[in-house]
Nanobody, 121 residues
Framework: QVQLVESGGGLVQAGGSLRLSCVNS????????VGWFRQAPGKEREAVAA????????YYSEFVKGRFTISRDNAKNTVYLQMNSLKPEDTAVYSC??????????????WGQGTQVTVSS
């Protein structure tokens, strides 16, 4: 069973940083690819970043490339999203998802509840 819990969201000023964590409280995470998605009010959910089970393959959307970094620590059953140089347009609910194959756009089999990120100008 995979149960995903996100944390690390909050309120930050533009230009600031946050690190999101996605923890699997169920069985081992190490064989799953993980993606981060976000959804702002009134907008569709969009893919932000993804990482293969080994960490050797990564994907970044164009709007976060160079600012966000995805990484994982399989020993801790955790995937991270380091977000730097945050902009007000990054404000959204960020969710992580897991899948048995590395396909950044999905589909994903398991989803977390999400964590709110708010960037003030």
């Amino acid at each position: 069973q995979v149960q995903l819990v996100e944390s690390g969201g909050g309120l930050v000023q533009a230009g600031g940083s946050l690190r999101l964590s996605c923890v699997n409280s169920g069985r081992t995470f190490s064989t799953y690819a993980v993606g981060w998605f976000r959804q702002a009010p009134g907008k569709e959910r969009e893919a932000v970043a993804a990482i293969s089970w080994s960490g050797s393959s990564k994907y970044y959307s164009e709007f976060v490339k160079g600012r966000f970094t995805i990484s994982r620590d399989n020993a801790k059953n955790t995937v991270y999203l380091q977000m730097n140089s945050l902009k007000p347009e990054d404000t959204a609910v960020y969710s992580c998802a897991a899948a048995s194959q590395f396909r950044p756009m999905g589909p994903y089999d398991y989803w977390g509840q999400g964590t709110q990120v708010t960037v003030s100008s």
